[in-house]
Structure formats: structure tokens, C-alpha cells
């Protein structure tokens, strides 16, 4: 039985209440589960990483709880190599793929099951069934995910006593799976790699996947700018929840912390205190993506006027950032190196800096010197998926020094942060920050902007924006 709280109001299970608690509960065994959408593809997905490690067990956590303080935990998230494997969400599972002798793997997975009513273990301690909420049996798991499903509390045992098998696990996730298994820090981060290196190129569900997350993100947006009267006698934190709630409905949850950053907060790339006041004549910088039910996010920027209309030098300032994205998302395309969106955007923003006269030119001798970054201040752009900045463990050669394939789904998000105390520019300047991101996936014939529903352009924002106005 868990441990209970050492300030607990009661001092004790009696046994006539241990009796009552055993009895009187009906069968809610699921026996019409169907398997999922995803687990067809989360099969290949496993046949592909199968086939890199031939005569190798591998072992892919999927988390344990974090506390928060006492019996309190922060909500869980699993790691998204496994459930880009199994298209499972589970706390304390492990997927592993055992070695056959023709170079092949049989994957099962580890799992919690359900608790007995025979003993108190169900209604006690604070991760129990009836605290936490009903988990899947191991069938109904088996039913879901068409994998074989074995109890976790067995895991630890099973995997310290199976063969000699050269073994891997993504560490991090499972510090008593590690404990058991004798294996290579390097080797194991190998692992880690080819399983963030396979989720570059996403399958037609996990695009899928994506456009419903931008697909609501894009009414979040909708929804903040509907309400920004009520922002501003509030503050950045009434935008932050209006989307939040868009996020919950519509989805899991946001798929990162939402920057919600208005006037001179619009600087600061990772803003998210957003308890700063949301002024008329200022800027507010929306930086926001839902994470779907399946976990996949979208990331979205726009840098929208407070009021509903530019000042003639944020104006200038957003049209060049405009016009540096409109040059990155150009060079975004199949053969395309890349790195070509990030220097095609940073390249525009770069001679704009220098005509403005920001910056030393020319504008080769600035870029290459990377004097643009005291304004650019960040790459422009990222892998998107299951992650925010999806696939960060991936081989360089396969992601930085790569080439972009068709299914892959990426950022373009150049930017310009005058920060308020920079005496470099003239005071009218300082405190202005704007940024644009849409996310993209390549095409065949070159790339979607999948989140084209909302407007760019600096008239289409004003005119956006003057629908809700109206």
C-alpha cells in the first residue's frame, strides 16, 4: 500500500473499511477497443528503427511522474520518441524491441495495469486508480496499440535476467530501467538519435496531425484578437488564457509556454511571464501553437498593432521582417539545403540593417561577420512535430547540414528586437520587437504554408483586425 501523508486526517484503514472498498464494483473491462488510427504507422515506424539496430534489444521509456512538491505532480508528458513508436501517452511504459535471430525485432510493451480490488492498492496513495483516473487493462492496451502489453512492476526483473543481447535505452525517461541494464552512455545516445533522425520526415497521419494543430491555433489567434478590449484594461495574461482556452478544448493542451509579449516584452524571444499591460499604439507579440490530442503542436507568430493599426515605423519595421520571411519560405523546397530559408532571411534582414545604417555594410561583409544577429538575435526557424523544436537529438548531417525532403514540417520565423536600452538605434526604435512565424511542410513541388489562414502582409493584419473591430 502507498505511503500516506504523514499529516494525514486519518490514522488507519480498519479492516471493515478495507472489506467495504473490495466489494461491489461491476466489470468495466473494454471489450469493443478498436486499434488506433496511428498504430499502423507507429508499425513502421518501429520496422525502420528495427532495421538500424540488427541483433540489438532497445528499451524506450516513456516517463514516470515528477513531483511537484509532496503528493502533488506536474502533469505528465511522455517522452515523444515512444510515442512516436506506439502512439501511446502512458507514465511508467517502456516499449521494447527484442532481437530475433534474422536480424528483426518482436516489440511489446511495458505498461501499468490496472489495480486489483482484492487489496486497498486502487484507492490508496496518490497516484491510485480512483485519485488518478482509470487506466487501460492490458488488454484493452493490446486491443489499442497492437502490440503485446505485459505488466511494468516486471520489467526491471525481466530485462536484468533476458539474454546477452547488446542493449540500449534512452536515458533520462526511467532512472530504475537504467539501474538494471548495463549499457554504453554513447551507445545509448545513439539511440536517441536515430529515434529523433526517423521523425524528420513525417508520415501523412502526423501531417495530418499537424494541420489540426495549426488549424486551431489559427482560431486561438482568432479568438485573442476578438479579445483584446478586454486585454487591455487587463493585462498580456488575459490573451495568454483566452488561447489557453482554445488550446483545452480543441486539443491536449498548449505545446509550449505561450509568449504573449506586449510593447518592449516583444524584445525578449521567450517571454512568458505575460503580466505586463497590453497598450493602444503598441505592439503585442503572439507566439502560440495547440498541441492536438495525439501531441503534435503547431507554432505560430504574429506581431499584431494593439489598436488595429501600425505607426509608420512599426510598419517598417514589420515590412521588413515580411519581406525577409517571404525570402526564407521561398528557398523552402525539396533539393533545397536546410539551412537556405535561415540565410536567404537573415541575408534580407541583414541589408535592411545596413540601410538603415544599424549596422557596418556592405551586406556580405555584415552577414558573413553575423552583425545582424545584435537584431536578429535567433536562427529562423526549426523542425515542428511532436516537439515544439521536433527531432533535436537528430545526426547534423541529417538535419542542420541536410537537404529538405517532401513530409518534412518546419518554422520560418525571422524577427527584429530593438531592446529598450539599446543606444545603438535612435529612442524611437527601442522597445519594438517583431517576429513572423507560419509552419511549413514541404511538398513535391516545393512547400504549404499550412498556417496561410492567417493574414501576413501588414495591410492584411490591419484589415484581419478590423473585421473583430467592426
Not at 461491489?24 to 507507429?42: H, I, V
Not at 539501474?179 to 508520415?203: F, H, M
Not at 533539393?335 to 557596418?360: C, K, N, P, T
Not at 499550412?450 to 473583430?468: C, H, K, N, Q
Request: negative net charge.
Amino acid at each position: 500500500m502507498a505511503k500516506g501523508r504523514k499529516n494525514g486526517l486519518y490514522r488507519g484503514i480498519s479492516e471493515e473499511l478495507s472489506a467495504l472498498m473490495r466489494t461491489g464494483w461491476a466489470d468495466t473491462e473494454r471489450r469493443d477497443l478498436q486499434l488506433s488510427e496511428q498504430a499502423p504507422y507507429a508499425a513502421r515506424r518501429r520496422a525502420a528503427l528495427s532495421a538500424r539496430f540488427p541483433g540489438e534489444r532497445l528499451v524506450i521509456p516513456s516517463g514516470n511522474l515528477k513531483v511537484r512538491s509532496n503528493d502533488d505532480s506536474y502533469p505528465f508528458r511522455p517522452y515523444s520518441g515512444y510515442v512516436h513508436m506506439t502512439g501511446d501517452q502512458v507514465r511508467d511504459g517502456a516499449l521494447v524491441l527484442e532481437p530475433r535471430a534474422d536480424g528483426g525485432h518482436e516489440a511489446y510493451c511495458y505498461q501499468l495495469p490496472r489495480e486489483s480490488r482484492d487489496n486497498d492498492e486502487f484507492w490508496t496513495g496518490s497516484t491510485a486508480e480512483l485519485w488518478m483516473g482509470r487506466r487501460r487493462s492490458l488488454a484493452e492496451s493490446e486491443l489499442v496499440l497492437g502490440l503485446p502489453c505485459r505488466d511494468v512492476r516486471t520489467a526491471a526483473g525481466d530485462l536484468a535476467a533476458a539474454s546477452g543481447a547488446p542493449t540500449r535505452i534512452v536515458r533520462g525517461h526511467d532512472p530504475a530501467l537504467e539501474a538494471v541494464l548495463t549499457t554504453d552512455e554513447e551507445r545509448d545516445a545513439g539511440l536517441e538519435e536515430a529515434l529523433s533522425d526517423l521523425r524528420l520526415v513525417k508520415d501523412a497521419w502526423e501531417i495530418a496531425e499537424i494541420r489540426k494543430a495549426v488549424d486551431s491555433t489559427v482560431r486561438g489567434f482568432a479568438d485573442a484578437v476578438r479579445e483584446l478590449p478586454q486585454a487591455i484594461v487587463s493585462s498580456e495574461r488575459w490573451i495568454e488564457g483566452t488561447f489557453f482556452r482554445r488550446a483545452r478544448l480543441e486539443g491536449n493542451a498548449v505545446g509550449y509556454g505561450t509568449i504573449c509579449a506586449a510593447g518592449e516584452h516583444a524584445t525578449i524571444m521567450h517571454w512568458t511571464d505575460n503580466d505586463g499591460p497590453v497598450r493602444p499604439g503598441e505592439l503585442l507579440l503572439l507566439d502560440a501553437g495547440v498541441e492536438t490530442h495525439s501531441l503534435y503542436t503547431a507554432d505560430v507568430t504574429r506581431t499584431l498593432p494593439i489598436n488595429g493599426t501600425f505607426t509608420p515605423l512599426q510598419r517598417e519595421i514589420y515590412d521588413a521582417v515580411y519581406e525577409a520571411q517571404e525570402a526564407g519560405m521561398a528557398a523552402v523546397k525539396p533539393g533545397a539545403h536546410y539551412r537556405d530559408f535561415h540565410e536567404a532571411s537573415q541575408r534580407s534582414l541583414a541589408a535592411r540593417l545596413v540601410a538603415w545604417g544599424f549596422i557596418d555594410g556592405p551586406t556580405d561583409r555584415a552577414y558573413e561577420l553575423g552583425l545582424q544577429r545584435r537584431f536578429t538575435m535567433a536562427g529562423t526557424g526549426h523542425m515542428l512535430g511532436l516537439d515544439v523544436h521536433d527531432c533535436a537529438e537528430a545526426r547534423a548531417e541529417e538535419y542542420i547540414d541536410g537537404v529538405l525532403e517532401p513530409g518534412m514540417v518546419l518554422t520560418v520565423e525571422p524577427g527584429l528586437y530593438f531592446q529598450a536600452d539599446d543606444l545603438t538605434v535612435p529612442e524611437e526604435w527601442r522597445g519594438v520587437g517583431v517576429r513572423i512565424e507560419d509552419d511549413l511542410v514541404v511538398t513535391d513541388g516545393g512547400h504549404e504554408n499550412l498556417s496561410a489562414g492567417l493574414p501576413r502582409s501588414a495591410d492584411d493584419v490591419e484589415a484581419w483586425m478590423g473585421e473583430f473591430a467592426g
